[in-house]
């Protein structure tokens, strides 16, 4: 089975930034997506943005993250970076790394979110204002 890591949450000023890393141990194939989601207190889970590994990889990425968030990869390893600038307030939240077997094909959402088959524990964003 695999296994998936995130890290790099913190606590930020608005108009900041943090790169979040995710990895993915044991078994993977040689095609996987890794996707970000996220999910604040209250609210229900949203995804953020997603990449292929050994897929092309192609990138997708949800209207909150576009011109501000981007993710890409290690080409030496199965990791995935979220790299997040101009932090807003709205963007606080627990962010989850997950995996799901096969290249993305689309837009990371709530609704699409079972279709991943790992999950990481996530890491803590908070930004304040």
């Known amino acids: 089975q695999v296994r998936v890591v995130e890290s790099g949450g913190g606590s930020v000023q608005a108009g900041g930034s943090l790169r979040l890393s995710c990895a993915a141990y044991g078994y993977t194939p040689s095609t996987f997506c890794m996707g970000w989601f996220r999910q604040a207190p209250g609210k229900e889970r949203e995804g953020v943005a997603a990449?292929?590994?050994?897929?092309?990889?192609?990138?997708y990425y949800a209207d909150s993250a576009k011109g501000r968030f981007t993710i890409s990869q290690d080409n030496a390893k199965n990791t995935v970076y979220l790299q997040m600038n101009s932090l807003k307030p709205e963007d606080t939240a627990m962010y989850y790394c997950a995996a799901k077997y096969g290249a993305c094909w689309r837009v990371p959402t709530a609704a699409g979110s079972s279709e991943y088959n790992y999950w990481g524990q996530g890491t803590q964003v908070t930004v304040s204002s």
């Open positions: 990449l292929s590994i050994g897929g092309g990889g192609s990138t």
